[in-house]
């Protein structure tokens, strides 16, 4: 038990709580029993105030062990277990997690927490879709859940913030796979109409896809962007079949960058290398699993690169027919010389059933922005009001700066969460800075 | 709880009713500031100030009564806004102080010994009890109004500035003494600024209004800079300030100041 300052991946709003390192449901039952305000953290990589608690305990779990996975890919792990962990032991047996974020470094509670989607989500829908059961130690007790048994509860968590209680094990379905290649097509654009009518027309005809889009050009080139789709390479697509786990980071970044070092000159400068220096046309190149799906893995601490002042990533999503939501939204990004690193667009499929998951069906888009320039709080709470007048909302795992009137206009069934989490949390103690900001604790 | 901009959604401003604390509010309150208690002497302009919060969007405040030539009451004062704020303390802002006429007062001991009171003992007993409840909390920020009149004291204004001085050169080791605590103290260093304050005054250079040292306070908030200079460039006017030689600075002061 130590106090300790923490805060989310993006650096920003800091806060100190006791940490408790918990080991069993028992342990953590008793922690809620005797501590009135409590969050369970995993790896901290949600960017915002989701997994910190001013003056409260955070839980971290050390239940993190990997089960064996059955012939049908079904596997029993501690929630406390990293994606890097678990994908450590099932590639070498042929099997992938069904939902990757674009990182590995998460915890298996936390893709739970925010109900965390992956490229393939206009397929595969999100990572609740493929959980089969878990247990869960609520302030009222300890309870196994699933779709079938108190799917009210099991459908909050999926997406809830950590807020309904400490997920301790989580049963899920594995994806087979037949070798550790991707084979990826990529295709650059020289603006976004033309990247998002390719999206449109093409994408379900790959698992994967995500277009990495430019928020600095203007006119013509206007969100230029680079699409990148693929499939899971068969024995047979390739020479030499190898299914090996990813490995970890060689390179790193070894202190804070100088505030201001991203800025809109050298992003311009990055965005335009980095575009230039993208295949116009290629196909069916084989790329490893952590290339493809987790490139910033490739550098830890890479969140120093933004320096001391931290930044923020806004990501969001609107309806199919909201599309033009989406050019609106790099045209005022694009203008307002607010610097911002490659965004990230992408289709999404059917929502699911939890009442706080964020997808819903049509696009997303992410951004990060370096906190610094003055006009970008009031340029950010200009996109809330269109992507929340467009029927769209904002992701909570990535969000750090959203006001509790636009979260409740943007989930509109916020009360039937707040309802089930009332039930197993009578007391309100399962809280969060994040929960307190948006009003999520209960009342 | 504040966001990641350092906007806060529950604020205590001591000394509301000074001009730059209400830029401030205003600002603070159109943007994530709900929750907000102003503290001050004179129920008419802490009324007013009131209204004012509310219009620019902040759903409660509340008003506390209080004398700053009192420190007894520091303590009382502060405990009774944060219960008015009935949660979590994101903001505390300090703008308590008294510039005085110093040609009137300098050989009056009591008066003398109220602007002291009124420019250093008050705040620094406040910032005690501040620290205390803050600290508990595990997070939340203090912003102190100090002025550049602390950096180099000068003759015209040596009782407010030395007086200022003591509470700037104190917050900086306090600010020092809260690494690891979740909490924060920022200093404002304002230079001439137009206000009911200073009305009548001759104006130095680089003189700014209230709504100026306002937006650099906000902007500030989202940096996390430690020293918030309003206009930005007097941190390096001050700088070249600061070593003049002696008679050279009287020269200089006496030329603003006449």
């Given at each position: 038990?130590?106090?300790?300052?923490?805060?989310?991946?993006?650096?920003?709003?800091?806060?100190?709580?006791?940490?408790?390192?918990?080991?069993?449901?028992?342990?953590?039952?008793?922690?809620?029993?005797?501590s009135?305000?409590?969050?369970?953290?995993?790896?901290?990589?949600?960017y915002?105030?989701?997994?910190?608690?001013?003056?409260g305990?955070?839980?971290?779990?050390?239940?993190?062990?990997?089960?064996?996975?059955?012939?049908?890919?079904?596997?029993?792990?501690?929630?406390?277990?990293?994606?890097?962990?678990?994908?450590?032991?099932?590639?070498?047996?042929?099997?992938f997690?069904?939902?990757?974020?674009?990182?590995?470094?998460?915890?298996?509670?936390?893709?739970?927490?925010?109900?965390?989607?992956?490229?393939n989500?206009?397929v595969?829908?999100?990572?609740?879709?493929?959980v089969?059961?878990?247990?869960?130690?609520?302030?009222?007790?300890?309870?196994?859940?699933?779709?079938?048994?108190?799917?009210?509860?099991?459908?909050?968590?999926?997406?809830?913030?950590?807020?309904?209680?400490?997920?301790?094990?989580?049963?899920?379905?594995?994806?087979?796979?037949?070798?550790?290649?991707?084979?990826v097509d990529?295709?650059?654009?020289?603006?976004?109409?033309?990247?998002?009518?390719?999206?449109?027309?093409?994408?379900?005809?790959?698992?994967?896809?995500?277009?990495?889009?430019?928020?600095?050009?203007?006119?013509a080139?206007?969100?230029r962007?680079?699409l990148?789709?693929?499939?899971?390479?068969?024995?047979?697509?390739?020479?030499?079949?190898?299914?090996?786990?990813?490995?970890?980071?060689?390179?790193?970044?070894?202190?804070?960058?100088?505030?201001?070092?991203?800025?809109?000159?050298?992003?311009?400068a990055?965005?335009?290398?980095?575009?230039?220096?993208?295949?116009?046309?290629?196909?069916?190149?084989?790329?490893?699993?952590?290339s493809?799906?987790?490139?910033l893995?490739?550098?830890?601490?890479?969140?120093?690169?933004?320096?001391?002042?931290?930044?923020?990533?806004?990501?969001?999503?609107?309806?199919?027919?909201?599309?033009?939501?989406?050019?609106v939204?790099?045209?005022?990004?694009?203008?307002?010389?607010?610097?911002?690193?490659?965004?990230?667009?992408?289709?999404?499929?059917?929502?699911?059933?939890?009442?706080?998951?964020?997808?819903?069906?049509?696009?997303?888009?992410?951004?990060?922005?370096?906190?610094?320039?003055?006009s970008?709080?009031?340029?950010?709470?200009?996109?809330?009001?269109?992507?929340?007048?467009?029927?769209?909302?904002?992701?909570?795992?990535?969000?750090?700066?959203?006001?509790?009137?636009?979260?409740?206009?943007?989930?509109?069934?916020?009360?039937?969460?707040?309802?089930?989490?009332?039930r197993?949390?009578?007391?309100h103690?399962?809280?969060?800075?994040?929960?307190?900001?948006?009003?999520?604790?209960?009342? | 709880?504040?966001?990641?901009?350092?906007?806060?959604?529950?604020?205590?401003?001591?000394?509301?009713?000074?001009?730059?604390?209400?830029?401030?509010?205003?600002?603070l309150?159109?943007?994530?500031?709900?929750t907000?208690?102003?503290?001050?002497?004179?129920?008419?302009?802490?009324?007013?100030?009131?209204?004012?919060?509310?219009?620019?969007?902040?759903?409660q405040?509340?008003?506390?009564?209080?004398d700053?030539?009192?420190?007894?009451?520091?303590?009382?004062?502060?405990?009774?806004?944060?219960?008015?704020?009935?949660?979590?303390?994101?903001?505390?802002?300090?703008?308590?102080?008294?510039?005085?006429?110093?040609?009137?007062?300098?050989?009056?001991?009591?008066?003398?010994?109220?602007?002291?009171?009124?420019?250093?003992?008050?705040p620094?007993?406040a910032?005690?009890?501040?620290?205390?409840?803050?600290?508990?909390q595990?997070?939340?920020?203090?912003?102190?109004?100090?002025?550049?009149?602390?950096?180099?004291?000068?003759?015209?204004?040596?009782?407010y500035?030395?007086?200022?001085?003591?509470?700037?050169?104190?917050?900086?080791?306090?600010?020092?003494?809260?690494?690891?605590?979740?909490?924060?103290?920022?200093?404002?260093?304002?230079?001439?600024?137009?206000?009911?304050?200073?009305?009548?005054?001759?104006?130095?250079?680089?003189?700014?209004?209230?709504?100026?040292?306002?937006?650099?306070?906000?902007?500030?908030?989202?940096?996390?800079?430690?020293?918030?200079?309003?206009?930005?460039?007097?941190?390096?006017?001050?700088?070249?300030?600061?070593?003049?030689?002696?008679?050279?600075?009287?020269?200089v002061?006496?030329?603003?100041?006449?």
């Amino acid at each position: 038990m130590s106090r300790v300052t923490l805060s989310g991946w993006g650096r920003t709003s800091r806060s100190v709580a006791t940490v408790e390192d918990v080991s069993s449901e028992s342990e953590i039952a008793a922690v809620l029993s005797s501590s009135r305000a409590n969050i369970a953290r995993g790896l901290g990589r949600s960017y915002g105030d989701a997994a910190q608690l001013s003056g409260g305990t955070v839980l971290r779990s050390r239940m993190g062990d990997v089960g064996s996975i059955d012939d049908q890919g079904v596997v029993t792990v501690g929630a406390g277990a990293s994606l890097d962990e678990l994908l450590t032991v099932c590639i070498p047996q042929g099997w992938f997690l069904p939902v990757t974020p674009g990182t590995r470094q998460v915890t298996v509670g936390g893709a739970i927490a925010a109900d965390v989607h992956g490229k393939n989500h206009h397929v595969d829908g999100s990572f609740s879709r493929h959980v089969r059961e878990m247990r869960i130690v609520t302030p009222s007790g300890v309870a196994t859940i699933s779709p079938e048994r108190d799917g009210e509860l099991f459908w909050a968590t999926m997406g809830g913030m950590g807020l309904t209680g400490i997920v301790t094990t989580v049963t899920l379905a594995l994806l087979k796979i037949e070798t550790d290649q991707v084979l990826v097509d990529t295709q650059r654009f020289s603006n976004l109409d033309e990247v998002m009518s390719e999206m449109t027309g093409g994408d379900e005809n790959f698992r994967y896809s995500v277009a990495w889009v430019d928020c600095m050009t203007r006119g013509a080139n206007l969100g230029r962007a680079v699409l990148t789709r693929g499939e899971h390479a068969r024995a047979n697509d390739v020479e030499n079949v190898s299914l090996h786990a990813p490995a970890p980071a060689k390179l790193k970044v070894p202190f804070d960058a100088p505030n201001g070092l991203l800025n809109a000159v050298t992003v311009r400068a990055f965005n335009e290398a980095w575009f230039r220096s993208s295949p116009r046309m290629q196909l069916a190149k084989p790329e490893s699993i952590a290339s493809f799906f987790h490139p910033l893995d490739g550098i830890r601490d890479w969140n120093r690169l933004y320096g001391r002042r931290g930044f923020v990533q806004y990501q969001f999503c609107v309806p199919e027919s909201s599309s033009e939501t989406v050019r609106v939204a790099i045209e005022h990004l694009s203008s307002s010389r607010v610097a911002s690193f490659l965004a990230v667009l992408k289709r999404f499929g059917p929502s699911s059933p939890g009442p706080l998951s964020f997808p819903m069906p049509g696009w997303t888009l992410a951004l990060d922005l370096p906190i610094g320039p003055a006009s970008l709080p009031g340029l950010l709470d200009d996109l809330d009001e269109m992507v929340w007048s467009s029927g769209g909302r904002v992701y909570l795992a990535k969000d750090a700066r959203l006001s509790p009137e636009k979260m409740r206009a943007m989930y509109p069934r916020l009360d039937d969460f707040l309802e089930i989490k009332n039930r197993v949390d009578p007391e309100h103690v399962m809280t969060s800075d994040l929960a307190r900001r948006l009003d999520l604790v209960g009342a | 709880m504040e966001n990641a901009f350092g906007q806060p959604q529950s604020v205590v401003v001591l000394a509301g009713t000074s001009d730059i604390a209400r830029a401030i509010t205003k600002r603070l309150c159109a943007a994530r500031a709900h929750t907000v208690v102003l503290a001050g002497r004179n129920q008419q302009l802490l009324d007013e100030a009131r209204s004012e919060a509310l219009a620019y969007g902040a759903r409660q405040v509340d008003v506390v009564i209080f004398d700053a030539r009192d420190p007894s009451n520091a303590e009382r004062t502060v405990n009774e806004s944060f219960e008015k704020v009935r949660g979590t303390v994101d903001l505390v802002v300090i703008a308590v102080g008294l510039l005085g006429d110093q040609e009137h007062i300098e050989n009056d001991a009591a008066l003398v010994g109220d602007m002291v009171t009124v420019n250093f003992t008050w705040p620094v007993a406040a910032l005690a009890q501040i620290r205390n409840l803050l600290v508990r909390q595990g997070s939340g920020r203090i912003v102190v109004l100090s002025s550049v009149a602390a950096v180099r004291v000068r003759r015209a204004k040596y009782l407010y500035g030395g007086a200022k001085a003591g509470l700037d050169r104190l917050c900086i080791g306090l600010a020092d003494s809260l690494e690891g605590t979740g909490v924060s103290l920022q200093l404002v260093r304002p230079g001439h600024v137009r206000s009911k304050m200073t009305v009548g005054a001759k104006e130095p250079p680089f003189a700014t209004g209230v709504d100026d040292v306002a937006d650099d306070v906000l902007r500030g908030l989202a940096e996390r800079t430690p020293i918030i200079w309003s206009p930005p460039i007097l941190r390096y006017l001050f700088f070249v300030l600061r070593h003049l030689p002696a008679p050279l600075w009287r020269k200089v002061t006496n030329e603003v100041d006449r």
